[in-house]
């Protein structure tokens, strides 16, 4: 998570990363357990030591800035939700843990034609979601669902939501947020949920303990597990032809229900929070999806 280009999308309420991992093809972002996603199974377990392609770092005590949106789901669309107070500054959202982990792929186009495209399950899932898209589509690309690839992910384990109020600038979704470990700490402790399901609100204490490090806490939560709290998706472009087309032995060529399509990872387009197509797949889909799966 590079300063100057912010690629990463945030979750307001995170995701259970049990089925979140990298490689992962889905059509909404936002929503990614959504449409039946291909969940890629080459690294599942962060406790395992990565494989090559991959790169595991671990963060440490961190706070993440999140997105505005709503807390119950997973849309996130702007870091600044204003304030009650003015004089408190801006109001944001903020994840914070003692452990946190980020995970990317090393080489995402390489990963895209070794892997994914070396996986039947992976081939399947494309050329399925692609003949069904097309079938409706009649060639209008601008109706086609977009489909994305996991490239990178933050998990924290047994995170603390925070919503506060802050003059610093330096709050920017999906980038670490201004506090030193310290700093981390002293929001995690405010946290009064101790137990399965998320609780908000705040220990028992003196009101100066709701100011951190300049910020001014509004309301504190825990979320217990392991969820992803921020993602990267980069966008699998295709483009669709005759069967005429089809050249047995290219990688990037898959056999689709009437013709083919080139497929490739766009290592340029990044997912945004304030961007993407609402996703919608109706009946008349998912039966184009069926009948492509039945060839």
């Known amino acids: 998570m590079s300063k100057g280009k912010v690629t990463y999308i945030t979750y307001n309420a995170g995701i259970d990363g049990k089925h979140l991992h990298l490689g992962n093809l889905v059509h909404d972002f936002k929503n990614p357990s959504f449409y039946e ?7 599942t ?3 395992d030591s990565p494989p090559d392609w991959a790169e595991l770092t671990q963060l440490g005590n961190y706070a993440l800035t999140l997105g505005a949106g709503s807390e119950q789901g997973h849309d996130a669309s702007n870091p600044s939700t204003g304030s009650a107070d003015e004089s408190e500054g ?3 959202r903020v994840a914070a843990a003692e452990k946190t982990t980020k995970l990317e792929i090393k080489d995402p186009e390489e990963f895209f034609e070794e892997i994914t495209l070396s996986s039947p399950d992976a081939k399947k899932w494309l050329s399925s ?7 409706l589509a009649k060639g209008n690309s601008a109706t086609r669902p977009e489909i994305w690839m996991l490239t990178g992910l933050v998990l924290m ?6 919503s506060l109020s802050s003059k610093d600038s330096g709050f920017v979704a999906g980038e670490k947020a201004p506090f030193d470990p310290t700093g981390v700490s002293n929001i995690r402790r405010l946290s009064i949920s101790e137990n399965i399901k998320p609780t908000f609100g705040f220990r028992a204490g003196d009101e100066k303990e709701k100011h951190v490090s300049g910020s001014v806490i509004h309301e504190t939560g825990k979320y217990p597990g392991t969820r992803g709290w921020a993602a990267q998706w980069q966008k699998v472009e295709f483009q669709i ?3 005429e087309k089809w050249k047995e032995g290219v990688k990037s060529l898959l056999k689709l229900k009437d013709g083919v399509a ?3 990872i766009n290592e340029d387009i990044y997912a945004k ?3 993407g197509k609402n996703v919608e797949l109706d009946d008349a889909y998912w039966e184009a999806f069926i009948d492509a799966t039945d060839d």
Do not use: C, F
């Not at 384990?157 to 925070?162: C, S």
């Open 241 to 243: 032809g005759g069967a």
């Open 90 to 92: 801006p109001r944001y």
């Open 129 to 135: 979601h692609l003949s069904a898209a097309e079938t």
């Open 157 to 162: 384990q047994h995170a603390t939501w925070t």
């Open 45 to 47: 377990d962060i406790q």
């Open 262 to 264: 080139m497929v490739r």
């Open 273 to 275: 929070n304030d961007e």
């Open 37 to 43: 996603p291909h969940v890629e199974k080459a690294y």
